[in-house]
Every structure is written in C-alpha cells, then in structure tokens.
C-alpha cells in the first residue's frame, strides 16, 4: 500500500510536468520527466531490498503474522509452555491422588454403609502390567550383561520368601480353645502368626460380648481375614478386671497403664504385641520404610495408582482387612490395623498400620473402640 501510494505521487508529480491542451512542449519538461522517471525506479527498488533485508534479521522459529493485530507467533514457546502445563496437570492430578488416600489414612469413614450386613471383604488381586517387548539388536546388546543384572537384583532381595523361593521357617499354631490351626513364621528372633486371630468365644472370653466382628457381619470373611476387635477385647479387659493379685479396669475412656507382656485373647503361650515389639519386626525386615511393602500379601490389595500388593519377603502375608467404627465397615482391601498392647491415654492406643499406596509400615495411636485385626508373638 506504501509502494501504491509513493507511486500515485510521483504520477501526480509527472503529470503536472506533462503538457496541458494550451502549453506548449519543451527540452527541459523532457529532461525532468527522465529524470523523476529514474529517480522513482531507484527508490522502488531501494524499499524492496530493505524489505528483504528485515526479513533475514528476524530471529529464527517466528512467524509474524500479516493480520492487523499485529501478534506474533513464537512455536519454541508455546511447546515449552504446553510442556510446562501438562507437567503441571500432572503434578495436580498426583496431588489429589494423595490427598484422596491421605483421608483414607484418617482411619474412619464419614460416609455411611447402608449395605454393610452383605458386604464381603474384597481381597483384589493385583493387575497385571505388559513390558514392551525390545526390539532384537538391544536383546542381543543387552544379553551379556543380563546375568550380572540378575545376580546383583537377587543379591539386593531383602527376606526369605521371593517369587520363586520360600525359605522362611513356618510353625504351626493350635488354638486348643476353640481347635484353630494358624501358620506362624519366625522374622529374626521373634516368632508371628502368619495369620489374623479369629477367635470369638464370647463365652468362655466374655471381653469379646458386643466388642468384636467380621468384616461386614458375614461370617465367611473371618475364615479368610479374621476377626476385628475393640481394644479392650484384644487386651481382654474382663480377664484383667478379674484377675485376684493385680485386678486392673481397662478399656475404652479407662487408663490402666499395663506394662510387661499382655496375653490378651492370644492363645496360651502368645501375647499382643507391644509397640516396642512392633518395631522390632520393622528393624528385622530392612526399616519402617519400606516394611509396607515386606510384610504386605503378594495379592489381595486394592490398586488405585499403583500395585498395592507387596512382596511378602518375610511370610508376614498381611492382608487388607479394613476396619469397624460406630456400626459400619470401611477399607476392606485398602488398608489393615492391628492392634498393640500399648495405650496412649484413656481413648487412644497405638496399633500398626499398612496401606495400599504406601511402601512404610507405620505406628498409629486411635480410638480404643474401633475394630483391628490382632496378631499374637510367641512368648
């Protein structure tokens, strides 16, 4: 449009120069004409050699755009700002993923469970996960190196029991109460059961009237996951309120400060494991932090985000039985709690935690009047 212009002028301008109806033609009209001639093709031609000239300065990957705007439209930036955005998304999108779990750790559920009497405990197994298949050169290169890769993964397994092996030293327990035979595993020097406590002879235990439960109120689950217990009946708080030598009111809202071993509703000759004892067992299987993952059944967990299920290195076979609070059953498959004989105060004792997107084992204090499951260590 510029060009258009700058031309219309030097018409403009020529044809003043050019001779009119009435003038008359002359020598030097000739000359000017030639000359503003020559003069407009050099300017025409200078403005479009300053035109190329811009466009090779321009820096490399942006685009101007033609459009009255006057925007621009730089690519290198816009992919660094979409990358930048989806690392974002994902970052929030793990965020709330943990705080949607963290509320499950909370250890009670505000939301009611109208089918509870029906419900059954859902031991998940765990999906399965394709590897890509490499291609057959990187087999071949990787091929040398694969069986120094294998014997220091093997050498790195923490435990007696792996995928392919089971060198744990199992016993078996009889509950000569009710005739229960449970599978125990030794982990250092300290001998578990390698199952939950399913006692629930309220008779000859009346501690257990009203105060335990299976998963749900179908019995069918306690065969597989066990009973879930109240504080007081894990401890046995009539037996210890009846004891002639040393009587003690335990239980819910009551301190009674126990020390030493604690039988409980173990069988004779096992106790509830104290807080002290529970971390013992986490120092056998390589540290708190990842006996989650060592003390965790190899199927049954719930998985969300990832595999919940462990690998069950040591026998332990933790399953997830989930919990009872105030009428209703939550966390079946995503979590398990057992109890320790160790109380915080008149309402809280302490008790192991585990749960599916976690690789620790954790130690808790809570309401002494919700459900745990119970495991007993031999005297």
């Given amino acids: 449009m510029k060009k258009f212009l700058e031309l219309s002028s030097w018409r403009t301008a020529l044809g ?176 578990w059961m390698a199952e939950n406590l399913n006692y629930g002879d309220s008779i000859k235990t009346p501690s257990l009237k009203g105060k335990s439960w299976c998963y749900g109120d179908v019995a069918a689950n306690c065969d597989v996951a066990g009973r879930l217990y109240t504080w007081a009946a894990a401890i046995d708080s009539v037996k210890l309120a009846t004891d002639a030598e040393n009587p003690l009111d335990c239980g819910y809202v009551k301190t009674c400060g126990l020390s030493g071993k604690v039988q409980g509703i173990c069988p004779s000759g096992w106790h509830l494991p104290s807080k002290s004892e529970w971390n013992t067992l986490f120092t056998k299987v390589g540290g708190s932090s990842t006996a989650g993952t060592k003390l965790k059944s190899q199927s049954g967990w719930y998985s ?9 290195a040591f026998g332990f076979s933790a399953l997830p039985a989930g919990y009872y609070s105030l009428g209703y059953f939550d966390n079946d498959g995503d979590n398990a709690y057992f109890w320790s004989s160790t109380e915080i105060d008149s309402i809280f004792a302490y008790f192991m935690y585990l749960d599916y997107y976690d690789d620790d084992a954790h130690l808790y204090s809570y309401d002494k009047d919700d459900g745990f499951s119970v495991r007993c260590l031999r005297d």
């Fill in 16 to 191: 003043n120069l050019l001779p009119s109806a009435h003038g008359h033609q002359g020598g030097s009209r000739k000359a000017a004409i030639g000359s503003m001639l020559i003069m407009a093709f050099a300017f025409v031609g200078c403005d479009d050699s300053s035109s190329a000239s811009a466009g090779q300065n321009d820096e490399p990957g942006v685009e101007s755009s033609s459009s009255s705007s006057g925007k621009v439209t730089e690519p290198a930036e816009v992919t660094s700002s979409s990358s930048e955005k989806a690392k974002s998304s994902s970052s929030d999108a793990q965020s709330d993923a943990k705080q949607s779990s963290s509320s499950e750790k909370s250890g009670k559920s505000s939301s009611s469970t109208d089918d509870a009497s029906s419900s059954s405990v859902k031991l998940r197994s765990s999906s399965s996960v394709e590897t890509p298949n490499s291609s057959s050169s990187e087999l071949s290169e990787s091929s040398s190196s694969s069986a120094d890769e294998v014997e220091s993964s093997s050498s790195s397994v923490i435990g007696c029991k792996t995928e392919t092996e089971d060198n744990c030293e199992y016993g078996e327990l009889i509950d000569d109460r009710d005739g229960q035979i449970y599978k125990t595993v030794k982990i250092g020097d300290q001998w």
């Fill in 304 to 312: 969300r985000y990832n595999n919940g299920n462990g690998d069950d």
